[in-house]
């Protein structure tokens, strides 16, 4: 358990909805800078998955509730970082129990009408809403991520999140702003891990792997593709994948929304999807987001068929 600051936090309590791998990761940080942490996840109603939240909770210090309600009772803060699908589900019921004095901080990757529509359900209960853009993996860098955040109090947010050791910059009052930066950027950045992976299954099943590699070295000297930057690109698609695909079916709607051609966003969420399927070594993935070694991207893949019989199968 987090050791907690003898300073007087900017607020008392926060919730958390949502108790996956960013859930952890804030709550730490907030109990250690002496903020009381409350937090719920639905999973806590599978036997087959309470006992790691639980684990998660003793670890860092949180309380759990057993409903969303219960979570929010209180809160100042309650943030939601739940699935890209669960977000606009999880906005509308905390909605019901929300009130004024309480801000509802949205950090899902979801198009800007969702955000939208998530902002207008909340505050139909009295409570403000503020939208996040997390631009950046949590790990390594915990609540020192970037994140964009918009709102008509996104900056008096900002400073409240700021003073209790996050790194936030308020961009816009309108809501969907911040979330256009942020999947925008996604189509770019989960855009080239697909094209990476496709590029290094498909030259690894002629054998020319190496010769790509050169080429792209010889072309774009200053990437990394001669430091192994291609094993990060395809690690982080393995450990993150189906998060990422969701992004990316998010990216879809909202180019849907603007009337442009949605089909590379999706098929950007199909490879994202298809490689997350491949089993994960733990212990070759824990070097993406740290500072060590990259693993050799071979390993990452193993025995992953990638030739002709791939395909008659």
């Given at each position: 358990m987090q050791q907690t600051s003898n300073r007087q936090p900017p607020v008392a309590a926060v919730?958390?909805?949502?108790?996956?791998?960013?859930?952890?990761?804030?709550?730490?940080a907030l109990i250690a800078a002496g903020v009381r942490v409350t937090a719920h996840d639905v999973k806590l109603g599978d036997a087959a998955?309470?006992?790691?939240?639980?684990?998660?909770?003793?670890?860092?210090g949180a309380r759990l509730a057993?409903?969303?309600?219960?979570?929010?009772?209180g809160a100042e803060l309650v943030f939601s970082a739940v699935t890209a699908s669960q977000a606009e589900p999880v906005a509308r019921e905390a909605a019901r129990f929300l009130r004024a004095g309480q801000t509802f901080i949205d950090l899902n990757s979801v198009s800007p009408k969702v955000k939208q529509r998530n902002s207008e359900a909340v505050r139909r209960g009295g409570a403000a809403y503020v939208e996040s853009a997390v631009m950046a993996p949590v790990p390594p860098q915990g609540v020192k991520v970037p994140m964009l955040l918009g709102g008509e109090t996104a900056e008096a947010v900002c400073a409240t999140l700021n003073a209790l050791g996050m790194k936030t910059q308020a961009v816009a009052r309108d809501i969907?702003?911040?979330?256009?930066?942020?999947?925008?950027r996604s189509i770019m950045i989960k855009g080239m891990e697909a094209m990476c992976v496709q590029s290094m299954l498909a030259a690894r099943a002629f054998g020319v792997d190496e010769r790509v590699l050169a080429s792209l070295h010889a072309s774009f000297p200053g990437v990394?593709?001669?430091?192994?930057?291609?094993?990060?690109?395809?690690?982080?698609?393995?450990?993150?994948?189906?998060?990422r695909s969701e992004e990316m079916r998010e990216a879809a709607a909202m180019l849907g929304d603007l009337g442009m051609y949605t089909g590379l966003a999706e098929a950007i969420a199909a490879i994202q999807a298809d490689l997350a399927r491949v089993g994960r070594d733990e212990a070759l993935l824990q070097d993406i987001d740290g500072k060590g070694a990259l693993p050799e991207w071979r390993a990452l893949l193993g025995g992953q068929s990638t030739g002709p019989e791939a395909a008659a199968s």
């Open positions: 919730a958390i909805i949502g108790f996956g791998e960013v859930g952890p990761i804030f709550a730490a998955t309470r006992g790691q939240i639980e684990e998660r909770a003793q670890r860092c057993e409903s969303l309600r219960a979570a929010v009772e969907g702003l911040a979330s256009a930066i942020k999947l925008c990394g593709w001669d430091k192994g930057y291609e094993a990060y690109l395809i690690g982080r698609v393995i450990e993150h994948g189906q998060r």
